[in-house]
Every structure is written in structure tokens, then in C-alpha cells.
């Protein structure tokens, strides 16, 4: 499952598409339209889409790592 925000959970396996909103376009923190498999019509995700793909897997995260102790002194 991932966030999509607003409240709204979709299954990774059933998202084919991520468009990223142009600036002009968001607004009420819109961000993303996510093509899900079975629908229309995109829904909306209040995240951007490298987060998206990050917590789907198929990115690596850009979270610092923390220091190791060996590191400090």
C-alpha cells in the first residue's frame, strides 16, 4: 500500500503511471496525478512523485544515515 495523502491508499502493484503537476497547476497541495490500473480518471496524491516511487521501491531513499560513534571523536 502507499500514501497518497488526503487520506487515500492505493496498492503499488496497481500504480502504472505518475505525473508530476506543473506549478501552475498545484494548488491545495496537490502534487502528483497517479494513474491507477481499474480507474479512468488519475487520482490525486498530495506527495511528489519521487516519494511515491521511493516508498514503492524503486528508488533509494536520501536519508542521511546516522553517524557512527567511531565518527564522533
Not at 502507499?2 to 501552475?24: M, Q, T
Not at 496525478?33 to 490525486?44: A, D, H, K, R, T
Amino acid at each position: 500500500m502507499v500514501f497518497l495523502g488526503y487520506g487515500k491508499y492505493v496498492r503499488a502493484d496497481k500504480i502504472y503511471a505518475l505525473e508530476p503537476l506543473p506549478d501552475h497547476e498545484r494548488g491545495s497541495g496537490a502534487r502528483t496525478l497517479v494513474w491507477v490500473e481499474g480507474m479512468e480518471e488519475p487520482m490525486v496524491a498530495s506527495r511528489t512523485e519521487r516519494t511515491l516511487l521511493t516508498d514503492m521501491g524503486h528508488v533509494q531513499s536520501r536519508r542521511l544515515r546516522a553517524p557512527q560513534d567511531e565518527n564522533l571523536f
